[in-house]
């Protein structure tokens, strides 16, 4: 503890370089305090490699839930940013290698009370010279906090290969959806029946699969429509059918009864069959269908799984 305590003191002495002065923040040497600065947290919705940098912050690399699955680096300085600026990622041998250029992975933006952002692309640039036992130093200007010195947090290589490794694997476990994917469902049926067709099963499964993981998710409403029928009794006992069906699949699934409501067919919007023009095969698109809604609690929403993931810093490194 005395000589990581040492590092931290001497990795933040204001430097010369050149007209400017620089401020470091960086792992210490010791490989057993430098392991425990890499760490992750795994879930179903989002997978985060972490990364403590001793002194200032840390940095979160992370990769969401959905049909794209998209990452981001969004970084966490105890202080904050106070005025706007831009950060520049560089890879470059450790301070233990010699030799060896300097390459500028990209650079983002900086804006005065937001964490600096990074999306896919560079995000992954950055984990890649990491996983190459590159470090990844991340300079920008201060002039409120630091008189205009360079502050410079670095990401070290060391003990990053085994929780990279877990990062990696935890994204083949996340859900091929997310919330947006989800939230209004629409299916099919079977012609004359309440069987789903086989591609609606498989969607309900990934919907099922979703509210599980998402505790927010507090009432589903089921709209189950049938015109297929000769005429309209039947076709609201078929459209009855088809609503208890799904609430059946539910339940069977763990979900809790309570939160499910269907909604009635109302028999004066049904036309009779004849009314409409064609078969009722020409119809089925529209007629053996069901409509999922589901909604959250916004008390309990996790606001950072529905952001936007914009690749901020895409086209600014070296080519």
């Not at 950060?87 to 500028?104: C, D, H, N, V």
């Amino acid at each position: 503890m005395r000589f990581y305590k040492r590092f931290i003191l001497l990795t933040c002495i204001i430097l010369p370089l050149g007209a400017m002065a620089q401020i470091r923040y960086s792992a210490p040497l010791d490989g057993e305090i430098s392991k425990k600065l890499w760490s992750t947290q795994d879930s179903k919705l989002v997978c985060r490699l972490i990364h403590d940098i001793p002194g200032f912050g840390h940095a979160d690399f992370k990769t969401y839930a959905g049909r794209e699955r998209k990452s981001s680096l969004e970084i966490y300085p105890k202080l904050g940013i106070n005025q706007p600026s831009s950060m520049r990622f560089i890879a470059t041998k450790p301070e233990w290698q010699s030799g060896g250029r300097e390459e500028l992975l990209g650079k983002v933006d900086l804006y005065n009370g937001f964490n600096p952002y990074a999306g896919a692309t560079l995000s992954w640039k950055i984990l890649s010279a990491l996983n190459d036992g590159k470090q990844v130093l991340m300079p920008y200007t201060d002039e409120k906090r630091a008189a205009g010195q360079n502050i410079i947090p670095t990401l070290s290589p060391l003990g990053f290969k085994k929780p990279y490794d877990s990062y990696l694997n935890c994204q083949q476990n996340l859900l091929k959806v997310n919330y947006n994917d989800v939230q209004m469902l629409p299916l099919a049926f079977l012609f004359r029946t309440s069987e789903l067709t086989k591609n609606s099963q498989e969607r309900l499964k990934s919907q099922i699969e979703y509210i599980k993981q998402d505790a927010s998710v507090k009432k589903i409403t089921i709209k189950a429509y049938a015109y297929e029928m000769p005429n309209r009794a039947e076709n609201i006992k078929v459209a009855e059918e088809r609503g208890l069906a799904i609430k059946a699949i539910y339940t069977e699934a763990g979900i809790k009864e309570e939160i499910i409501d269907i909604e009635k067919f109302n028999s004066l919007t049904l036309p009779r069959a004849a009314e409409t023009e064609g078969t009722p095969e020409d119809h089925s698109i529209t007629s053996r269908s069901a409509l999922i809604l589901l909604e959250r609690d916004s008390s309990l929403i996790d606001r950072e799984l529905d952001a936007n993931v914009p690749d901020v810093g895409a086209e600014t490194g070296e080519y």
